[in-house]
């Protein structure tokens, strides 16, 4: 089949979502004020949870990130979570087999986990394995319709797998979704769905 539609040069998808939300039931906002911040290192340790200083080091680039997830994982703590983000870390260095399990894990402990279906969407999108790509990120849409990266990210899918329409109908969500500023970056992709499905036949799909 030949190619149907030619993205504007660049069409990038938008990248990895890390997990920034606070799953345990006592969290404590305050904590940190108790403490002096002395150094970036001592203020690491005083987050209230195994998670939470993972992500804290994971924020600021530490290495260490990784082995504070996997003992949060240990702990039994935000265990969903944890992995979701020990998949970004695992992708970032190359390991796509390790980021895969991770992120699988996750919705193993959290069938509805967004960000591990966005992140998994993702994954398969760079493997060129488009269906894949795109049943996560419907599913990442329909737990959390407001995920405007997701949204963005699957009307990009729906276009290689082209269902152009589909595309169309993501991208005018997508600018619905976000800034006017941002809004504009999907123009030119979208005016280009539109020429795509007029020159199918389909001139009134998608039109505004």
Same mark, same amino acid.
């Given at each position: =089949?030949? $190619?149907?539609?030619?993205?504007?040069?660049?069409?990038?998808?938008?990248?990895?979502?890390?997990?920034?939300?606070?799953?345990?039931?006592?969290?404590?906002? @305050?904590?940190?004020?108790?403490?002096?911040?002395?150094?970036?290192?001592?203020? #690491?340790?005083?987050?209230? %949870?195994?998670?939470? $200083?993972?992500? =804290?080091?994971?924020?600021?680039?530490?290495?260490?990130?990784?082995?504070?997830?996997? *003992?949060?994982?240990?702990?039994?703590?935000?265990?969903? !979570?944890?992995?979701?983000?020990?998949?970004?870390?695992?992708?970032? *260095?190359?390991?796509?087999?390790?980021?895969? @399990?991770?992120?699988?894990?996750?919705?193993?402990?959290?069938?509805?986990?967004?960000?591990?279906?966005?992140?998994?969407?993702?994954?398969?999108?760079?493997?060129? !394995?488009?269906?894949?790509? $795109?049943?996560?990120?419907?599913?990442?849409?329909?737990?959390?319709?407001?995920?405007?990266?997701?949204?963005?990210?699957?009307?990009?899918?729906?276009?290689?797998?082209? /269902?152009?329409?589909?595309?169309?109908? =993501?991208?005018? *969500?997508?600018?619905?979704?976000? %800034?006017? !500023?941002? #809004?504009?970056?999907? @123009? /030119?992709?979208?005016?280009?769905?539109?020429? %795509?499905?007029? %020159?199918?036949?389909?001139?009134?799909?998608?039109?505004?």
């Amino acid at each position: =089949m030949g $190619q149907i539609l030619k993205f504007p040069a660049p069409a990038p998808k938008f990248g990895y979502k890390r997990v920034r939300k606070r799953c345990t039931a006592a969290d404590h906002p @305050d904590q940190l004020k108790l403490f002096p911040q002395a150094s970036a290192r001592i203020l #690491a340790f005083t987050a209230s %949870s195994p998670f939470e $200083q993972a992500l =804290m080091l994971d924020e600021r680039g530490d290495q260490r990130a990784a082995e504070f997830y996997a *003992k949060a994982i240990e702990a039994e703590n935000c265990v969903a !979570d944890a992995y979701c983000n020990l998949g970004i870390i695992e992708s970032q *260095k190359g390991n796509r087999a390790k980021a895969f @399990d991770c992120f699988t894990t996750s919705l193993k402990h959290d069938p509805r986990h967004t960000e591990a279906h966005y992140n998994l969407a993702n994954l398969y999108f760079e493997v060129n !394995d488009f269906r894949l790509a $795109q049943v996560h990120y419907e599913i990442a849409v329909e737990v959390n319709p407001a995920f405007a990266n997701a949204v963005f990210n699957l009307a990009l899918a729906q276009s290689l797998n082209h /269902e152009l329409a589909g595309a169309v109908a =993501m991208l005018t *969500k997508y600018q619905e979704l976000v %800034s006017e !500023d941002e #809004a504009r970056n999907a @123009d /030119e992709l979208l005016a280009n769905l539109r020429k %795509s499905l007029a %020159s199918a036949g389909n001139p009134r799909i998608g039109s505004t």
